[in-house]
């Protein structure tokens, strides 16, 4: 079983570390002293509190889509070039950036600090892990 010492489990689910110990003081996560007598968190509860607390799409069906990934944020710079513009969005630990026209840009009033989503479909998702 994974365990993540309590700063690493707050950087994975972008929370701080007082949020994380709470958490486990109040029970919604499972927590232990490891051998060093560090508090840890186990993976498997980590997991759980995050999709707890993931948005959840509109559920009112006037918005629908079969992309699942969904990640919102703050839009954190703005580049325009001719009929070409790159959105910076911060997602919690999570950069993503999107290309798109500047016609579409406008559309979506997007500016530096406006609240996004990150609406993302792609037929190939590379996962990795730090083990080799």
């Known amino acids: 079983m994974t365990d993540f010492r309590i700063s690493e489990a707050a950087r994975l689910i972008g929370v701080s570390d007082d949020t994380v110990r709470r958490w486990a003081a109040d029970g919604l996560l499972d927590a232990r002293d490891d051998e060093s007598g560090r508090k840890v968190v186990t993976g498997a509860s980590l997991a759980r509190r995050a999709v707890e607390l993931a948005p959840h799409p509109d559920e009112s069906g006037t918005v629908r889509g079969s992309a699942r990934n969904r990640f919102t944020g703050i839009v954190t710079a703005?580049?325009?070039?001719?009929?070409?513009?790159?959105?910076?969005?911060?997602?919690?630990?999570?950069?993503?950036?999107?290309?798109?026209?500047?016609?579409?840009?406008?559309?979506?009033?997007?500016?530096?600090?406006?609240?996004?989503?990150?609406?993302?479909?792609?037929?190939?998702?590379?996962?990795?892990?730090?083990?080799?």
């Open 78 to 132: 703005v580049e325009r070039s001719g009929v070409v513009a790159k959105v910076d969005l911060q997602c919690g630990p999570n950069r993503v950036v999107s290309l798109m026209t500047s016609e579409a840009l406008d559309d979506l009033g997007i500016d530096v600090g406006s609240r996004a989503t990150a609406v993302v479909k792609a037929t190939t998702v590379i996962i990795e892990t730090g083990r080799r």
